[in-house]
C-alpha cells in the first residue's frame, strides 16, 4: 500500500447523502394550508370575511404545495379549509337572505 496515495472512494449506489449532509429534512406543513383550515372552522363568525380568506389561503397553499416537491404538506389541510370556508359563505349567504325576506315580511 502506498501511503501517498490518494483514498479510495465507495461508490454511492444512489442513495444519496447521509445524515448530516445539509439535506431537506422531514417536510413541515405550509402556513398558509393551516391559517385556511383554522379560517374554515371559524371563517363565518366574523360575517364571512374568515371564509373568503380560508378559500384563498386554501388555494395558494394547494399551489404552494405542489410546487414545493415533497418538501411541504397539508394538502388536505388546505382542502379542508376550502370545503369549510364554502360551507361557512353559503351559510352567510343564507342567513343574509333570510333575514332580508324576514324583515320584508314583518314590516307589512
Known sequence: MNPY?????????????????GGYGPPRSNGLAVASLILGVVGWVPCGVGSILAIVFGAI???????????ETGD????????????????????????AVAGSNSST
Do not use: H
Not at 479510495?8 to 448530516?20: E, F, I, K, R
Not at 397553499?61 to 418538501?71: N, W
Not at 370545503?83 to 343564507?94: F, K, N, S, T
Open 61 to 71: 397553499a394547494r399551489g404552494q404545495i405542489r410546487a414545493s416537491q415533497g418538501r
Open 5 to 21: 496515495a490518494a483514498p479510495q472512494t465507495v461508490p454511492n449506489y444512489g442513495y444519496g447523502p447521509g445524515p448530516g449532509y
Open 76 to 99: 388536505g389541510m388546505a382542502l379542508a379549509g376550502i370545503i369549510l370556508g364554502c360551507v361557512g359563505l353559503a351559510l352567510v349567504i343564507g342567513f343574509i337572505i333570510i333575514s
